[in-house]
């Protein structure tokens, strides 16, 4: 019955889709699976804000498929030409990450309405408060919190 699907999934020898599979041939098509993905991600994330973004998933999209191509060039493949166009691109997508996590760092919050500000802002975007030190901050959070006519 489904006789016709085997026959065309596993055309040549008994072979899924004519590959001969084994365990790095499963890491090197799971690396152009999650490597292929970031262009998903990226795509999604543009299309959402209607601007060109490369969103922090697309960098460990992009370490993630590139370690693990790498790892089926190195130990399957044995192909220095595979190798090295993996063994360095891992370079810039740690950098990136690491200017990601300090601009998220460094990014204020509002201490009157919360808002998430770009960093060295001196006014919330939202509200308009004066963004100042953190002493600031807790200074404004006292005052808030007293009683009226205090």
Not at 115 to 140: H, M, W, Y
Request: charged fraction near 15%; charge should be positive.
């Amino acid at each position: 019955m489904m006789d016709w699907l085997h026959h065309v999934l596993f055309w040549n020898q008994d072979r899924f889709i004519g590959i001969e599979w084994g365990w790095w041939k499963v890491v090197g098509w799971l690396g152009n699976f999650v490597f292929f993905a970031r262009f998903f991600v990226q795509w999604y994330a543009t299309e959402k804000r209607k601007q060109v973004v490369v969103p922090v998933a697309f960098w460990w999209l992009s370490l993630l498929g590139s370690l693990l191509l790498l790892a089926y060039a190195l130990f399957s493949l044995h192909n220095s030409v595979i190798i090295f166009s993996y063994a360095f691109n891992w370079i810039p997508y740690v950098r990136n990450l690491i200017i990601h996590r300090r601009h998220e760092d460094a990014q204020l919050k509002c201490p009157a309405c919360g808002q998430i500000c770009p960093p060295k802002s001196n006014f919330c975007l939202k509200c308009g408060v004066r963004l100042g030190t953190q002493e600031d901050a807790a200074r404004l959070a006292a005052h808030d919190s007293r009683p009226a006519g205090s």
